[in-house]
């Protein structure tokens, strides 16, 4: 059983364009929210994160929006550059004190310089 | 500073043969988690230990099992490997345990191929 989704397994954008990727989650118990990035034969890094009290954390090019209610989430690069491209996790954890990570299956995101 | 390291990177094994998987934290950290990754899915949680103890268990068969060091280190051991176990195994570690902002930081993984 999925609780975190990522329905679009790839993206391309053109460098300097915005970069929007999406994520699903259906557990209303989790209560922060990860975004990692990897890199073929590297594990993932951690991006950027976000608190289920905030809808908006912003770090840089990136921002995650966060909404709660539809249980959804969303990382923007702005602008868009050539080494963005990698595949991004989008991953979340529950509010019972364990911080394991429930993760989504990936997008692989292509910037075309 | 160091990160999260594993060894081996490669490892080749044949059906029903036993694997061990190493992993250091990174300096400080004391929680230890692991997680495998099949091709074409996200990481999946297989543990979590933190001061020695198991903390957390995901959805795996008593195949699977774990420690921790005194030194914080870690080991994964998988008994009776079938190909379905083929799979990237990645170490990650955080300061603590139990508080849920706390971020995961990854090794680089150690890729298994079951034949």
Not at chain 1, 20 to 46: H, Q, R, V
Not at chain 2, 46 to 56: A, L, S, T, V
Not at chain 2, 72 to 81: G, I, P, Q, T
Request: hydrophobic share 35%.
């Amino acid at each position: 059983d999925q609780q975190v989704k990522q329905n679009s397994p790839s993206l391309s954008v053109q460098e300097g364009r915005i970069s929007i990727l999406n994520c699903d989650y259906t557990n209303s118990m989790f209560d922060y929210f990860l975004w990692y990035k990897k890199y073929p034969a590297e594990g993932p890094t951690f991006l950027i994160s976000i608190s289920s009290i905030k809808d908006k954390n912003e770090d840089g090019r990136f921002t995650v929006f966060l909404n709660k209610s539809a249980k959804h989430l969303s990382l923007h690069i702005v602008p868009s550059q050539p080494g963005d491209s990698a595949v991004y996790f989008c991953a979340a954890s529950g509010g019972d004190g364990a911080n394991n990570l429930f993760f989504g299956t990936g997008t692989r995101l292509t910037v075309i310089p | 500073d160091a990160g999260v390291t594993q060894s081996p990177t490669h490892l080749i094994k044949t059906r029903g043969q036993q694997v061990t998987l190493r992993c250091s934290p990174i300096s400080g950290h004391k929680s230890v988690s692991w997680y495998q990754q099949v091709l074409g899915q996200g990481p999946q949680f297989i543990f979590q230990y933190y001061e020695k103890e198991e903390r957390g268990r995901g959805n795996f068969p008593d195949r699977f099992s774990a420690r921790q060091f005194p030194n914080y280190s870690s080991e994964l051991n998988v008994n009776a490997l079938l190909l379905g176990d083929s799979a990237l195994y990645l170490c990650a570690s955080s300061l603590v345990w139990g508080e849920t902002n706390e971020k995961l930081f990854f090794g680089s993984g150690t890729q298994l191929s079951v034949l």
